[in-house]
C-alpha cells in the first residue's frame, strides 16, 4: 500500500449536537458503535487529497447533511472542505430503516429466535441500501469502503432521529 493509501481514513468523527435530537437507548447505543468501530478501522479518501488522516463533522444545515471535513495533518496541504448533501434521496430508505429497527429492538424482547434473524436480516439489508446510497452520493466527492459507508449511513440516521 502507498503511503498517501495508508493515511487515507477519519482520525476523528464528531456529530454536532445541535443537530441531534433525543435518541432512546438502543439508538444512542447504536451511535456511540458506529463511532468506535468507524474510528477503529475506515477507509475515507476526499477527492484530490495527498493524504490525511481527517477530522469530519457531520451536521444539518438547511435539511441537507454537512460532511466538514479537515486534513489532521497540517503538512498534507488538505485544506478544509464542506460538502452539502440533499437528505430527500435518503427519506425512503431511513424511514423503512426506522420501522424496521423498531421491530427489530421490539422483537429481541419478545420474539422468537427465526422472527429475530428475519427482522435483523431485512434491516441489514435497508443498512446496505442506504450506504450504497450514500457512495453513489458522495461520489466525485470522497471515496469510502462499503464498511465505512454502513457506519456513517448509521450517524446520518442519529441526525435524522429528530424527525
Keep these: 500500500m502507498s503511503d498517501a493509501k495508508a493515511t487515507q481514513f477519519l482520525k476523528s468523527v464528531l456529530i454536532d449536537e445541535d443537530s441531534l435530537a433525543a435518541a432512546s437507548r438502543d439508538q444512542e447505543q447504536e451511535?456511540?458503535?458506529a463511532i468506535f468501530d468507524l474510528l477503529d478501522g475506515n477507509y475515507f479518501?476526499?477527492?484530490?487529497s495527498a493524504g490525511g488522516p481527517y477530522d469530519l463533522k457531520l451536521s444539518l444545515v438547511e435539511n441537507r447533511l454537512a460532511l466538514d471535513?479537515?486534513?489532521a495533518a497540517p503538512e498534507s496541504?488538505?485544506?478544509?472542505r464542506r460538502h452539502l448533501l440533499s437528505l430527500s434521496p435518503f427519506r425512503g430508505v431511513i424511514k423503512d430503516y426506522f420501522m424496521?429497527?423498531?421491530s427489530y429492538y421490539s422483537a429481541i424482547r419478545n420474539s422468537s429466535p427465526q422472527q429475530?434473524?428475519?427482522l435483523d436480516m431485512g434491516r441489514r439489508g435497508l443498512h446496505n441500501e442506504g450506504s450504497n446510497l450514500l457512495r453513489?452520493?458522495?461520489e466525485g466527492k470522497v471515496k469510502t469502503?462499503?464498511?465505512t459507508a454502513r457506519r456513517l449511513f448509521t450517524l446520518i440516521c442519529a441526525l435524522h432521529w429528530r424527525g
Design 136 to 138: 453513489e452520493r458522495l
Design 100 to 102: 424496521i429497527c423498531d
Design 145 to 147: 469502503d462499503l464498511d
Design 31 to 33: 451511535r456511540q458503535v
Design 116 to 118: 429475530i434473524e428475519a
Design 77 to 80: 496541504g488538505f485544506e478544509e
Design 45 to 48: 479518501e476526499p477527492v484530490e
Design 69 to 71: 471535513i479537515t486534513g
